[in-house]
């Protein structure tokens, strides 16, 4: 089987830009979401970040246009029903998932791959809700979608070699590069990552140091483009949490427990840059 066509279930920051690659990568692509006005807002999205690059001159308004006449959006999964391959981005809600996926599975092709862009959720609870589970991958993708080049591609015990096969060559023409890993709480990057940016916040936390010399001494320190606890606000620290529990829930190791600060500014609403405030305040900028 040859993937043409690609169905995303979310319109939201990931499924926008998971939307907006495929189309960009010259697949028939259609997405969806749960009711017209947030239809509107992803597909808004995705037309002004295409028009951003045309302003730029990285691209023409030409093919710009042809990038969303690849592109349409929907309310109903049924649309689905002729997609090769069908990538799920709504929230991350285990109940959610297998509710989208069971849905998926009988309104899909026998032959269509279904797959995940859950961050730190098990992908085996999620293909055994469906009939095709030798069809069933996890493809993390990154935020910005656009822009970020890796795909995590998740395996399962019970996905087929060729499955595995044919979201290799997918993900690479998407322009991607690939980590492959199997199905374990938090996959490599978060599995990494959480411990990391969880124990700069208790350094923070413990007075050791201020946020703006944590963070620049990663930033200068390490190279990299920005310092933990911004790294946060960008992922937002519900987000963060979020992620934390889910791996701790499956692995029991502390060192996934986040820190008593991170939980009270998220009772506060201190969210990170989608609040305006969190380790920095972003409303004066």
Same mark, same amino acid.
């Given at each position: 089987m040859k993937i043409q066509r690609v169905g995303i279930v979310g319109c939201g920051l990931m499924g926008s830009g998971i939307a907006q690659v495929c189309?960009?990568? =010259?697949?028939? !692509?259609? &997405?969806?979401?749960?009711? *017209? %006005?947030?239809?509107?807002?992803g597909m808004d999205s995705?037309?002004?970040?295409? @028009?951003?690059?045309?302003?730029?001159g990285k691209m023409a308004a030409s093919e710009k246009d042809a990038i969303l006449s690849r592109l349409k959006? !929907?309310?109903?999964?049924? *649309?689905? %029903? *002729?997609?090769?391959?069908v990538i799920e981005a709504v929230i991350e809600n285990m109940a959610e998932k297998r509710k989208v996926f069971s849905t998926l599975d009988k309104i899909c092709p026998k032959h269509a791959i279904l797959a995940s862009n859950t961050s730190c959720l098990s992908l085996i609870d999620m293909a055994m809700s469906t009939t095709r589970p030798s069809q069933f991958v996890g493809m993390h993708f990154f935020n910005p979608v656009p822009v970020m080049k890796l795909v995590e591609l998740i395996t399962t015990i019970t996905t087929s070699p060729e !499955?595995? #096969?044919?979201?290799?060559?997918?993900? &690479?023409?998407? =322009?991607? @590069?690939?980590?492959? !890993?199997? *199905?374990?709480? =938090?996959?490599?990057?978060?599995?990494?990552? $959480?411990?990391?940016?969880? #124990? %700069?916040?208790?350094?923070? @936390?413990? =007075?050791?140091?201020t946020r703006e010399d944590i963070d620049k001494g990663i930033s200068l320190g390490l190279n990299h483009p920005m310092g933990p606890l911004a790294l946060m606000d960008l992922m937002g620290l519900d987000t963060t949490i979020f992620v934390a529990n889910a791996i701790y829930e499956e692995t029991r190791d502390p060192k996934y427990i986040a820190p008593?600060? $991170?939980?009270?500014? &998220?009772i506060a609403g201190q969210l990170g840059r989608k609040s305006g405030k969190g380790f920095y305040d972003y409303t004066k900028k």
């Open positions: 189309a960009q990568s =010259g697949y028939t !692509t259609k &997405v969806s979401e749960v009711n *017209d %006005a947030l239809l509107k807002r995705i037309r002004s970040g295409l @028009e951003k690059v045309v302003e730029k959006g !929907t309310t109903r999964l049924d *649309d689905f %029903a *002729d997609c090769d391959i !499955t595995l #096969e044919q979201c290799k060559t997918f993900s &690479v023409s998407l =322009g991607k @590069e690939l980590v492959i !890993t199997k *199905d374990n709480p =938090g996959f490599v990057v978060n599995r990494l990552l $959480l411990p990391y940016i969880l #124990e %700069a916040a208790r350094l923070y @936390e413990s =007075g050791m140091a008593q600060l $991170l939980k009270k500014m &998220v």
